[in-house]
C-alpha cells in the first residue's frame, strides 16, 4: 500500500464524514413542525398506514368497495389513470424547451419535472397497493414471463422507465444541492437523452393508459368508449398537465415564495400566460377529436340520457368553457381567469378519466362500484406523502426558478449549509 | 407448483434419465408454446335443451377442485340468477323462456383467442394448445386487467384473502392431461354436455340442429362469437334469453388491441430520432438569431 493511496483513503473518509454530517442536517425538518397542515396531513396518513395493514392482512375487500364486476375503482382510475394524465406537464414542459428550444418556459422545467417524478413515484406507486399479488410485481421485468401481448406490460414497463428518464433529467439538481459539480456536468450531458426518451414513452403511456379499456369495449358506456380512447388520452394529457403546471405554479409561489429564484419570479406571470395559450389550443384539437368520435359513434342517441347530461357537462362544462376561459385569460393577461381555467380543465379530466374507468363502465350493473371511504383516505395519504416529499426537495435543492443547464457553479456546500443553519 | 412446472423442473434435472423423457419434455414445450391453431383444441357442447337443472355439474366441479378453494353451496336455489364466484367455477341457473323452463351452466369459456391471455402481462393466465384457458398462481401478481377485459366476465378475484388467486373454470386441465375427460361432463347425468375436438363437437352441433330443426335455433353459440369458444352451446331458444351477451361480435377480442401495440416499435424508433433532428434544428436557429442581434448590436 503506497503512501498515496493511503492519503487518499484519508481524504475520502474526511469526506464521507462531511457528506454524513450534510445529509443529517438536512434530513431535519425546517421551520415549525406543528402547523395546521403538518398535524391534518401526518393524521391522514397514520389513518392510512393502519388501514393499509388491514388491507395487507385480510385482502383488498376489506377497505375497498371492489366487486367482481368492478375489479377497478378508485385507486386505478382516479390515482393511477387520472394522476398519470396530470404529471403530463413533464413532458409538454420538456419537449417545449428542450426540443423546440423556447427558453422562455425553462425556469419552470425543473418544478415540473419533479412534480411528475413524484406523481409517478407516488401515484403509479399506490398501483402497488392495489395490486392483490405486489410481491409478483417484478415477474414482468425480470423476464421469466414477458406477456408482450398486453397494453398493461408495456404501461407498467413505461412508467419504470420514464420515472428512470425524469429522475435522470431532475438529477442536476441533486448533484448541485450535493455540491457536486463533476457530477453535476455528466449527469447534465445526459438530459437531452433522457428527454427525448421520456417524451416517447410519454407518448406510449399515456395514451396506453387509454388502451387498456380497448378489450372492454362492451364494458365502457358508448359515450366514452372508442376505438380513438388512446388518441383521446394522449392529447387530454397535453392540456390535464398544462393546467397542472399552472395550478401547481400559483400554489408553489405562494407557499415557497422564500425559494423561488429570481429569474421565475420575473417571468410567472408571461409564463403562465404561455401555457394557458398552448392549453387552449390543445384544448380545441381535443374538443375537436371529441367531435369526430361523437359524430362517428353516433352518438346523439344517448344524449338524452341522465349520463348524456353528465357528458355534455363533461364536454361544454369542462372542456369547452374553460378552453374559452384560457384564451381570455391569455388575451388580457388575466392570471385569475386562467387559474379558474386550470382548475376547470382539472376538474374536467378527473370527471373524463373516472367516466371512462369507474363511473362509465358497466354502466348497465344492477350493483354500481362507490368507493368506500377508506380508499379516498388512502388517495388523500398518497397526495399528503407526495407533498411531503416535494416540499422536502423543494426546500433544499435548487428547484424554483434556477433554469436547468444556465447554473454554472453551484454554491459550495459549507457556504449553503452556513446560510440554511441561519 | 403445478404439474407442469414440476414436470418442467424434473425435465430440467433428469433429462433423459426419465423413462418417458420424451412425452414429457413434449409436454414441456407446450407450456411455454402459445402458439393457437396448431393443434385441434378440445372442447365441450352444451345442450340445454337436454339440462334437467340437476346441478351435478356443480357438485362434480367442487369435489374435483376442492383444493383450489371450490366449494358447492347446498343452499343455492334457482330464483336467482347466480352469477360464478371465486368460490364457484360453474353455475347453473334457471331462465324462464318463450319455450318455458330451460337451465344454462355458465363457466369460462375457453376463447380461442382468449382477451384475459392477451391482457396478462406475467403470462399467468395462457390458452394453452390442447385448448384450456388456464391461469398460474407463481405469475400472476394481481392486477386484474383479466377480469377488466374478459367479454364475459369469467375471471373472478379472492377479494378477501391475503393471498389472492384468480379463480376461473380451467377445463380440468390437470384431468386432461391425465387422459380424462372434464369433472362435469363426466358427471352429467342428462348427457347435456360432450368433451371432445372442437370440429368434431361442432359437427355434431349441427347435425342436431339439421336432425331436429323445430327443436331447436339455428345457431351454435360460441362457434363464432369473439372468434369462437371452446364451450359451444346449443338451445331451443335465442340466446340473450339465456343470459348470453349475443353482442359481442365475431372479431377476437385481441385484434382490439393490436394495432395499438403494433405502433408501439414504430414510435419508439421513429420519434427520438425525430425529437432529436427537431431539438438540432431548433438550437441552430437560436444561435442564428443570437448572431444575428450581436451583428445588429443589441445585447
Known amino acids: 500500500m503506497t503512501a498515496v493511496s493511503q492519503s487518499r483513503r484519508a481524504l475520502v473518509g474526511a469526506e464521507l464524514r462531511r457528506f454524513g454530517k450534510f445529509m443529517l442536517h438536512e434530513l431535519k425538518p425546517k421551520g415549525r413542525v406543528l402547523t395546521p397542515f403538518n398535524v391534518i396531513s401526518g393524521a391522514i396518513m397514520l389513518v392510512a398506514a393502519v388501514l393499509l395493514a388491514i388491507r395487507f392482512a385480510r385482502g383488498l375487500g376489506a377497505i375497498t368497495n371492489l366487486s367482481q364486476d368492478y375489479p377497478w375503482g378508485f385507486w386505478i382510475g382516479f390515482d393511477v389513470i387520472t394522476g398519470v394524465a396530470f404529471a403530463g406537464g413533464a413532458y409538454v414542459l420538456t419537449f417545449m424547451v428542450y426540443i423546440l428550444g423556447q427558453e422562455k418556459y425553462h425556469p419552470i422545467v425543473r418544478v415540473t419535472v419533479l412534480n411528475g417524478f413524484l406523481a409517478y413515484v407516488f401515484y403509479a406507486g399506490a398501483l402497488l397497493l392495489d395490486l392483490g399479488r405486489p410481491w409478483r410485481v417484478i415477474n414482468p421485468i425480470i423476464g421469466n414471463s414477458f406477456g408482450v401481448s398486453s397494453v398493461l406490460f408495456l404501461v407498467a414497463w413505461h412508467f419504470m422507465l420514464y420515472m428512470m428518464a425524469e429522475f435522470v433529467e431532475f438529477s442536476p439538481a441533486v448533484a448541485e444541492w450535493l455540491g457536486w459539480r463533476r457530477v453535476r456536468r455528466f449527469l447534465a450531458g445526459l438530459t437531452l437523452g433522457a428527454v427525448i426518451f421520456g417524451i416517447t414513452l410519454s407518448l406510449l403511456h399515456q395514451s396506453g393508459l387509454g388502451a387498456l379499456y380497448l378489450m372492454a369495449r362492451d364494458k365502457v358506456h358508448p359515450l366514452w368508449y372508442s376505438e380513438f380512447i388512446p388518441i383521446l388520452f394522449l392529447v387530454s394529457s397535453i392540456f390535464a398537465g398544462l393546467s397542472m403546471v399552472i395550478f401547481e405554479g400559483t400554489i408553489t409561489h405562494k407557499v415557497f415564495r422564500h425559494r423561488v429564484g429570481a429569474a421565475l419570479h420575473a417571468s410567472h406571470d408571461d409564463i403562465v400566460v404561455g401555457l394557458a395559450r398552448i392549453a387552449a389550443g390543445a384544448m380545441f384539437v381535443y374538443l375537436f377529436l371529441q367531435l369526430l368520435v361523437f359524430v362517428h359513434g353516433q352518438r346523439w342517441v344517448y344524449l338524452g340520457t341522465g349520463l348524456g347530461a353528465w357528458y355534455l357537462l363533461e364536454m361544454v362544462g369542462l372542456v369547452a368553457l374553460p378552453a374559452a376561459l384560457f384564451i381570455q385569460g391569455y388575451r388580457g393577461r388575466d392570471l385569475r381567469v386562467i387559474r379558474t381555467a386550470a382548475v376547470l380543465t382539472l376538474l374536467g379530466i378527473v370527471l373524463n378519466r373516472l367516466n371512462v374507468s369507474v363511473i362509465g363502465f358497466k354502466w348497465y350493473a344492477p350493483v354500481r362500484y362507490v368507493p368506500s371511504w377508506m380508499e379516498i383516505e388512502v388517495t388523500l395519504a398518497v397526495i399528503a406523502a407526495e407533498l411531503w416529499v416535494f416540499r422536502w426537495v423543494v426546500n433544499r435543492m435548487p428547484v424554483l426558478g434556477t433554469a436547468v443547464g444556465l447554473v454554472r457553479d453551484a454554491p459550495a456546500r459549507e457556504a449553503r449549509a452556513g446560510v440554511l443553519a441561519a | ?299
Request: charged share 25%; aromatic share 8%.
Open chain 2, 1 to 299: 407448483m403445478d404439474r407442469r412446472d414440476l414436470l418442467k423442473t424434473m425435465g430440467a434435472a433428469a433429462g433423459a434419465a426419465l423413462v418417458s423423457g420424451g412425452l414429457k419434455a413434449e409436454q414441456g414445450e407446450a407450456a411455454t408454446a402459445q402458439s393457437l391453431g396448431t393443434a385441434e383444441p378440445v372442447a365441450i357442447l352444451v345442450d340445454t335443451t337436454k339440462c334437467i337443472g340437476c346441478r351435478t355439474c356443480e357438485w362434480a366441479c367442487a369435489e374435483a377442485h376442492r383444493e383450489a378453494g371450490v366449494e358447492f353451496p347446498e343452499d343455492a336455489d334457482f330464483s336467482v340468477v347466480r352469477t360464478t364466484s371465486d368460490k364457484q367455477w360453474t353455475v347453473v341457473n334457471r331462465y324462464e323462456t318463450e319455450k318455458g323452463i330451460v337451465y344454462a351452466k355458465k363457466q369460462c369459456m375457453h376463447c380461442l383467442q382468449p382477451a384475459c391471455a392477451t391482457a396478462c402481462l406475467t403470462r399467468a393466465m395462457r390458452k394453452t394448445p390442447e385448448g384450456p384457458v388456464t391461469w398460474t398462481e407463481d405469475r400472476c401478481m394481481g392486477c386484474r386487467f383479466c377480469m377488466v377485459s374478459c367479454p364475459f366476465d369469467m375471471p373472478k378475484f379472492e377479494y378477501h384473502s391475503a393471498v389472492p388467486r384468480i379463480q376461473k373454470c380451467v377445463m380440468c386441465s390437470e384431468r386432461l392431461a391425465e387422459g380424462k375427460q372434464p369433472a362435469c361432463v363426466e358427471n352429467c347425468p342428462a348427457g347435456a354436455l360432450t368433451f371432445g375436438p372442437r370440429s368434431a363437437l361442432l359437427e355434431q352441433a349441427r347435425q342436431r340442429i339439421y336432425a331436429e330443426p323445430d327443436t331447436y335455433v339455428h345457431q351454435v353459440y360460441g362457434e363464432d362469437e369473439v372468434g369462437g369458444t371452446g364451450w359451444l352451446y346449443l338451445a331451443s331458444v335465442p340466446f340473450q334469453q339465456l343470459g348470453f351477451r349475443t353482442d359481442l361480435g365475431t372479431t377476437p377480442f385481441p385484434t382490439y388491441t393490436r394495432e395499438f401495440l403494433y405502433a408501439v416499435p414504430v414510435v419508439l424508433t421513429v420519434v427520438p430520432p425525430l425529437l432529436l433532428a427537431l431539438s438540432r434544428a431548433s438550437r441552430a436557429r437560436a444561435a442564428a438569431q443570437a448572431e444575428e442581434h450581436e451583428e445588429e448590436g443589441n445585447p
